[in-house]
């Protein structure tokens, strides 16, 4: 893919510098949807880098600022193509700043605009209220909450542990509108 640049960040395809930077997140990561990609070992790291950088599913997000990968988004299409699953995964010494908001609104536009994407979703855990409030503020709709769900842990007993989760979406004539309501804000 093309870079992409904001204000504060770059958002580019993922390479094998990235490795730390990648670690230091996925070493213990956060959001238990993310449990599957837990990483070991700076060599782990590069490898998944590498892995991730021979394709635009997966985008690295740089802050200029602080010369570092902080985050990644992805996008994973559908049978069709038209409809993509989106999501992101950022640091969390880097919370509360706006990042997800920025990288993923740019992200979004990029989608919807230059590849003209019909439909995006993501799927949020009901305990990850960070999320949810970010798919909010980006125009998705909650469209369902699924009840035991996904699992992605296990008790002491080894049962599964079962997740609520809901779902989001935008389709692109929302986001265009919701474009179009900004301009007419700022005119």
Same mark, same amino acid.
């Given at each position: 893919?093309?870079?992409?640049?904001?204000?504060?960040?770059?958002?580019?395809?993922?390479?094998?510098?990235?490795?730390?930077?990648?670690?230091?997140?996925?070493?213990?990561?956060?959001?238990?949807?993310?449990? *599957?990609?837990?990483?070991?070992?700076?060599?782990?790291?590069?490898?998944?880098?590498? !892995?991730?950088?021979? *394709?635009?599913?997966?985008?690295?997000?740089?802050?200029?600022? #602080?010369?570092?990968?902080?985050?990644?988004?992805?996008?994973?299409?559908?049978?069709?193509?038209?409809?993509?699953?989106?999501g992101?995964?950022?640091?969390?010494?880097?919370?509360g700043?706006? +990042?997800? +908001?920025?990288?993923?609104?740019?992200?979004?536009?990029?989608?919807?605009?230059?590849?003209?994407?019909?439909r995006?979703?993501? +799927?949020?855990?009901?305990?990850?209220?960070?999320?949810?409030? &970010?798919?909010? !503020?980006?125009?998705?709709r909650?469209?369902?909450?699924?009840?035991?769900?996904?699992?992605?842990?296990?008790?002491?007993?080894?049962?599964?542990? +079962?997740?609520?989760?809901?779902?989001?979406?935008? &389709?692109?004539?929302?986001?265009? #509108?919701?474009?179009?309501?900004?301009?007419?804000?700022?005119?």
């Amino acid at each position: 893919m093309e870079e992409i640049r904001t204000e504060r960040l770059v958002l580019r395809n993922f390479q094998a510098e990235d490795a730390q930077d990648l670690l230091s997140y996925l070493r213990d990561p956060r959001p238990s949807c993310f449990f *599957s990609q837990r990483l070991q070992n700076l060599d782990e790291a590069e490898a998944e880098a590498i !892995k991730r950088g021979g *394709s635009d599913e997966h985008i690295a997000v740089y802050s200029s600022e #602080h010369r570092r990968m902080i985050g990644d988004l992805f996008a994973t299409a559908d049978e069709e193509g038209d409809t993509l699953s989106v999501g992101w995964n950022f640091n969390s010494d880097y919370a509360g700043r706006g +990042y997800a +908001y920025e990288a993923a609104r740019a992200m979004f536009r990029w989608l919807f605009d230059e590849r003209q994407i019909r439909r995006l979703y993501a +799927y949020v855990e009901d305990n990850n209220l960070a999320s949810q409030r &970010l798919c909010e !503020k980006l125009g998705m709709r909650r469209e369902g909450l699924f009840l035991e769900f996904i699992s992605f842990t296990k008790d002491e007993a080894g049962h599964p542990l +079962y997740e609520n989760t809901m779902q989001y979406a935008l &389709l692109r004539r929302e986001w265009q #509108h919701r474009m179009q309501g900004s301009v007419d804000k700022e005119a």
